[in-house]
Every structure is written in C-alpha cells, then in structure tokens.
C-alpha cells in the first residue's frame, strides 16, 4: 500500500463520545501534520510532529489529542467534542527538500451530533 | 486575519476555454507558492508550485504567474477539461517554517462540457 492512509473515512460521534482518527504513510516522510477543513473556510494546521516529536500546535482545545508513535502512524484522539468541530480532517506527510510540500490522506468527515 | 485570500468561491468555465484561477497573499516572507486539486472524497492533490525568484512556471496545461510586487499569482488551464472540475487550493510557506504551508479557502471550478 502505498500513499497516506486515513481511517475511518466517516465518523459520527456524540459529545460525550472519546473516538481515535488513524493515519499511516507509507512514503518514508519525515513530518506528518493534522489539518482540519471546514465548509468555506481555509485549511487550519492543527499539529505538525517531525520525526515523531510535535513541533507546532496552534493553539488547538485540549479536546484533542494528537498521538505519533513512530513516522509511520499519527493519531487524533478526540474526546467531549462539540458540534462546531465537525469537519473533515486531513493528515499529510512531507520530506523535508521536496517541491511538492504535502501529500494527503483522503480525510475523515467527522459529525459532532 | 487570512495571509492568503482566495477572493473567488466559485468559477464556471466552458470546456476548451482558459480558467483562471487567483489568489492573493499579504506575507512578504512567503517565498514558494503551491497549487493543489481536490476532488470530492479525495485528499488535495499537489498541482504545481514556484519559487518566489521565478514569475512563471508550466507543466503541460498548468502554468502558474507569480507577481511580487502585488502579492498576487494566479492558475491558468489551458485547455479546460470536464475532468479539471475540482477544488483549487493556493497554499504558501517561507523558507524558514518549510514545513508548514498556509492555505487559501478554495476556489470552486465547474468546466462545463
């Protein structure tokens, strides 16, 4: 298998719900990021892990939980969410000197109910 | 406040014709600029992207304008195809965060047949 693989491509979860997000590459990357996509509104970084140490989280609730056990896997685990956060969240992974900037996952569309 | 605009939701073109797609950017320390497609149900896919010490760059039927001067760069497809019909998102980062890409909302292309 070869790419960024997300799962599970659809998750519906109540507020009071704890739900984990998966995502693998299989690319030999050396950073992986979570971005999270709402309707109209630009992509919004959420946390980027370099060699599985987090470099960079802007500012994002505590309600969710980023986990990167080795440079292959990244998690979001997500707990007492609210309605506002449903969205589609993409992970990507990059190497550092390529033109290409980032390759995606497809994403998990995430409903808060 | 956005550091990249794009001020165009939405862009019907006829098949055959030129889209034209723009974006617009406020940070002058931005100095690489990537285009990405996405699809439906599908992760953005990278396009095509410049260095900030070009005005122009073309893959085939992608070429995308850089002016520094306006903070402005822009997408043509030339010709458009049914299949083009997608999401273009304008995306930058500086040469000091390389990993962290800034991105606009997406403009909306619809090539009609």
């Known amino acids: 298998e070869t790419g960024v693989t997300q799962t599970p491509r659809h998750l519906v979860m109540g507020m009071t719900n704890k739900k984990s997000l998966k995502c693998e590459q299989h690319l030999g990357h050396n950073a992986m990021y979570w971005y999270k996509q709402s309707a109209k509104k630009p992509l919004e970084l959420m946390f980027v892990y370099s060699l599985e140490e987090r470099v960079e989280n802007n500012s994002v609730p505590s309600r969710f939980s980023p986990e990167c056990p080795n440079s292959s896997h990244l998690f979001l685990h997500l707990h007492t969410l609210q309605p506002e956060d449903s969205a589609l969240y993409l992970c990507?992974?990059?190497?550092?000197?390529?033109?290409?900037?980032?390759?995606f996952g497809s994403g998990t569309r995430l409903t808060v109910v | 406040d956005q550091q990249v605009k794009q001020n165009s939701p939405s862009l019907s073109v006829q098949e055959g014709r030129i889209s034209i797609l723009n974006c617009d950017y406020t940070n002058s320390m931005f100095d690489y600029f990537l285009w990405y497609k996405k699809y439906p149900a599908e992760g953005p896919t990278f396009l095509i992207s410049i260095s900030s010490i070009k005005d122009k760059n073309e893959d085939g039927r992608f070429t995308v304008f850089l002016n520094k001067s306006a903070k402005h760069l822009s997408l043509h497809i030339v010709p458009s195809q049914p299949g083009d019909s997608a999401v273009y998102f304008c995306?930058?980062?500086?040469?000091?965060?390389?990993?962290?890409?800034?991105f606009g909302s997406g403009t909306q292309l619809t090539v009609l047949p």
């Open positions: 990507a992974s990059s190497q550092d000197g390529t033109s290409y900037g980032y390759t």
């Open positions: 995306a930058a980062r500086t040469s000091g965060s390389a990993r962290q890409l800034t």
